[in-house]
């Protein structure tokens, strides 16, 4: 049987380096998401959301853990190969989104 996820996370832990101590920001994260599905992600501020979204995004790395995403393993993944998954099999809308004032449409 062909496997109907398109994410698969596994043991995910996810630090950051602050001063000469690490900041957990994701800890044992396991989630399953399957093809189609609608899913969404709620919590408080700080709780981890856009972190968690910027690793399945491949804009960030996990620090321990397996993400899988579309069957590729993003923590092998070469920064070439998580831009092209970005481009051609997902979109992607910024928290900050960062547009020029600049411009108009």
Request: charged share 20%; glycine share 12%.
């Amino acid at each position: 049987m062909l496997n109907k996820n398109v994410v698969e996370i596994k043991n995910l832990l996810k630090k950051f380096p602050v001063g000469g101590d690490y900041f957990t920001a994701l800890s044992d994260v396991n989630l399953e998401l399957e093809k189609a599905e609608f899913t969404g992600l709620v919590g408080p501020s700080g709780s981890g959301k856009t972190t968690l979204l910027n690793i399945i995004g491949g804009l960030d790395s996990p620090t321990e853990g397996n993400v899988d995403v579309l069957g590729m393993n993003l923590g092998s993944a070469s920064h070439n190969e998580r831009a092209a998954l970005r481009r051609t099999q997902m979109g992607f809308i910024f928290q900050s989104y960062n547009l020029l004032p600049v411009y108009s449409v």
